[in-house]
């Protein structure tokens, strides 16, 4: 089976087809299924946003398309920021200031209120119309400083739980092993095999 990841971000890309490599070997970025198009994320929550997402790649090139809408919810920011977490500091996708801005806002904050989850939902729509939902969550919790060089997005101020160390001083597949993204994706190749 063909598969498009219905996504900009070449880090997605990049874990999503070492996870699912040997599942689907026609995996396309839209890059490579000729498409370049930027689809504006109006739902409200994960799961709305991954529907718009693979629904729009689905209908334009008439291939399954796999969406991921993903973010990071911190508990004593009351899940913040949530769906807005690629655009926390106002501008799309500057990591580097969304961790910032993150940073400042659990300035004094003890080391048992950082806790924090990464969450994913991902949604498969066929071109006939199907539609499969999978949700993934990683916990953990938000470090003082960054830690480490991998990974993207807030992964340096992110302390995992799962591993003991930061996700981005973890290897892309000890991430992947227990990562949202991980997780999810293993949830929908299980249904996928069903
Ligand atoms: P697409 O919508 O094109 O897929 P995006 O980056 O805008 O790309 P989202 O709207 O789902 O994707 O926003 C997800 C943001 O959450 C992402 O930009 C990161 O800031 C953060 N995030 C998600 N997964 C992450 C991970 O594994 N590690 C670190 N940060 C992550």
Do not use: W
């Not at 939902?133 to 960054?146: A, D, H, P, V």
């Amino acid at each position: 089976m063909e598969l498009v990841l219905a996504t900009n971000n070449k880090n997605k890309v990049k874990e999503m087809k070492a996870m699912l490599g040997k599942y689907f070997p026609d995996i396309l970025s839209m890059g490579e299924a000729g498409l370049q198009i930027e689809i504006e994320e109006t739902g409200s929550t994960f799961a709305e946003n991954a529907y718009i997402k693979a629904c729009a790649v689905c209908e334009k090139t008439g291939k399954p398309a796999l969406a991921d809408d993903s973010g990071l919810r911190v508990d004593f920011l009351c899940g913040e920021p949530g769906i807005y977490s690629a655009r926390y500091a106002g501008v799309e996708q500057n990591d580097a200031k969304n961790i910032e801005k993150l940073l400042e806002k659990m300035k004094g904050v003890p080391q048992e209120a950082r806790t924090a989850d990464f969450t994913t939902t991902l949604c498969l729509c066929f071109p006939d119309g199907r539609v499969l939902y999978t949700e993934g969550n990683t916990s953990g919790r938000i470090l003082t400083e960054k830690r480490g060089e991998n990974g993207f997005g807030y992964d340096p101020v992110f302390f995992s739980f799962d591993l003991q160390k930061s996700f981005a001083e973890a290897t892309e597949s000890e991430k992947n092993a227990v990562s949202h993204r991980g997780r999810a994706l293993q949830k929908m190749v299980s249904l996928l095999e069903e």
